[in-house]
């Protein structure tokens, strides 16, 4: 029996509100012949009853069950993948967990899917009221008088390119457990293959090294008399490679590095992000055509103890000015190598020793803190560390190196009343590291 997630293309918005979500948006489920060949179960039925899911085994509570509802069926016709005349099928209560509000009554034609052990549906299938189903019915009133096999078709299309400047560079694969296809796109991108086996495939994509495409190799099981739809949107695949290094030609190691649009009013927009490896090197793939400027170490979000925050920001060739950054243009598919970019010299290390106490002096065992380094501005994110069991804990930086700290206590949180009452006070403490080494003591103050 295959496994087949059942919210496929669903993207769901959480907004936390005790164990609730809130929003469920979901991709098209595709054609009859889509839906059919990709379900486990296809019928239509009569809703007689509905229940809640069975307490689950110990090492699954913690996982969120997207369907807890037990919904009876008295089956009418079944089209694959059900026996006798009742089946039970589940889903989620609707909203945000995408359940199908069936009602008691109400006739069904219903697609379901493998989850672990019991069928599911969702409002992200063709389930839908029978009245509904005429396009449905239509295609599995076919499947009587069908010849055996299944159809695997799609398309390999680019935003800036004709597909038919594509189609005799591109290959397509079909391969299965006992026959393998290959095949070529049309003018429009499009392929096709008819007539064979029903079961597992591996669909790929071969394309010029020109350009890329997210997920070229894509896995498919279809039921006989079903189909199975594969698109790819190929992009540019641009690659720009160099080195970082310092002003002596050493090379500077996982500093964060990222392609920016020169012409964008936000400098925060990356087009690409990566971080060196050990020898300096830096590579970027699948770069749309287009011009940019080379960031090096414009971190938004800096770890407190991160050693490469020590190097100031620059900018390809080597400069810390934006204005002075000299801007790279890459065409179409191509490869820009052996960029070299010297950053400024690296600032001295400063290691600030801090501990976190309680107001008569005792330590704060492992303690947990906020640290935000604001060296380059009030928004960076805070990271989180913990004390030791004696309320030490140490971060290493550099001097110049600006950071608010907030320290809070383990301590579990005992309800008092209604609303929210504090336990403890501390406040948020700011130091800028000055000298190599630097101490701190931070205070937390119980208020019950």
Same mark, same amino acid.
Request: net charge neutral; glycine share 8%; proline share 8%.
């Given at each position: 029996m295959r496994s087949v997630i059942v919210l496929l293309g669903v993207v769901i918005t959480l907004a936390l509100a005790g164990n609730k979500v809130n929003a469920c948006t979901c991709a098209g489920p595709g054609t009859p012949c889509e839906s059919f060949g990709s379900a486990e179960a296809v019928f239509a039925g009569t809703v007689v009853s509905a229940r809640e899911n069975e307490r689950r085994k110990q090492a699954d509570r913690d996982e969120i069950d997207w369907a807890p509802r037990g919904i009876k069926f008295s089956v009418e016709q079944a089209y694959v993948g059900v026996v006798g005349t009742e089946v039970e099928i589940f889903t989620g209560y609707g909203g945000g967990d995408c359940g199908y509000p069936f009602k008691i009554g109400q006739r069904y034609l219903v697609y379901a899917y493998r989850a672990k052990d019991k069928l599911v549906t969702s409002i992200c299938t063709r389930t839908k009221f029978f009245t509904n189903a005429t396009e449905d019915l239509a295609f599995l009133g076919t499947? %009587?008088?069908?010849?055996?096999?299944?159809?695997?078709?799609?398309?390999?299309?680019?935003?800036?390119?004709?597909? @038919?400047?594509?189609?005799?560079?591109?290959?397509?694969?079909?391969?299965?457990?006992?026959?393998?296809?290959?095949?070529?796109?049309?003018?429009?991108?499009?392929?096709?293959?008819?007539?064979?086996?029903?079961?597992?495939?591996?669909? !790929?994509?071969?394309?010029?090294? #020109?350009? #890329?495409?997210?997920?070229?190799?894509?896995?498919?099981?279809? !039921?006989?008399?079903?189909?199975?739809?594969?698109?790819?949107?190929? #992009?540019?695949?641009?690659?720009?490679?160099?080195?970082?290094?310092? %002003?002596?030609?050493?090379?500077?190691?996982?500093?964060?590095?990222?392609?920016?649009? %020169?012409?964008?009013?936000?400098k925060q927009d990356n087009e690409k992000l990566e971080r060196t490896d050990d020898q300096g090197r830096f590579a970027f793939s699948a770069v749309p055509r287009g011009r940019y400027i080379i960031a090096v170490n414009h971190n938004r979000f800096p770890q407190p103890n991160d050693p490469t925050n020590a190097y100031p920001p620059a900018f390809y060739p080597g400069v810390v000015d934006q204005a002075q950054a000299q801007t790279i243009t890459v065409g179409a598919g191509e490869k820009l190598s052996d960029l070299e970019i010297r950053v400024?010299?690296?600032?001295?290390? !400063?290691?600030?020793?801090? !501990?976190?106490?309680?107001? @008569?002096?005792? %330590?704060v065992a492992n303690a947990g803190l906020r640290v935000s380094d604001v060296t380059r501005g009030e928004s960076s994110v805070p990271h989180g560390l913990n004390a030791d069991e004696q309320g030490h804990f140490t971060i290493n930086g550099y001097t110049g190196q600006k950071l608010v700290i907030e320290a809070t206590s383990n301590r579990p949180y005992v309800p008092k009343g209604n609303g929210f009452e504090p336990m403890e006070r501390t406040e948020k403490v700011r130091i800028t590291l000055e000298r190599p080494a630097e101490t701190l003591r931070i205070v937390i103050t119980k208020i019950r």
């Open positions: 499947l %009587p008088t069908a010849a055996p096999g299944v159809t695997i078709y799609g398309t390999v299309t680019h935003r800036d390119v004709e597909s @038919d400047a594509l189609s005799s560079d591109v290959l397509i694969t079909i391969q299965g457990d006992s026959e393998r296809k290959e095949i070529r796109p049309d003018a429009k991108g499009r392929f096709r293959v008819s007539g064979l086996r029903a079961g597992k495939y591996k669909v !790929s994509v071969q394309l010029p090294e #020109t350009f #890329t495409t997210w997920e070229p190799q894509r896995d498919v099981t279809v !039921s006989d008399h079903g189909c199975a739809a594969v698109q790819w949107y190929v #992009t540019d695949n641009g690659r720009v490679a160099g080195r970082i290094v310092t %002003p002596e030609g050493e090379p500077v190691a996982r500093i964060l590095v990222s392609l920016l649009d %020169p012409d964008s009013t936000s400024p010299s690296k600032r001295p290390a !400063s290691i600030l020793k801090g !501990s976190v106490v309680w107001a @008569d002096g005792s %330590p």
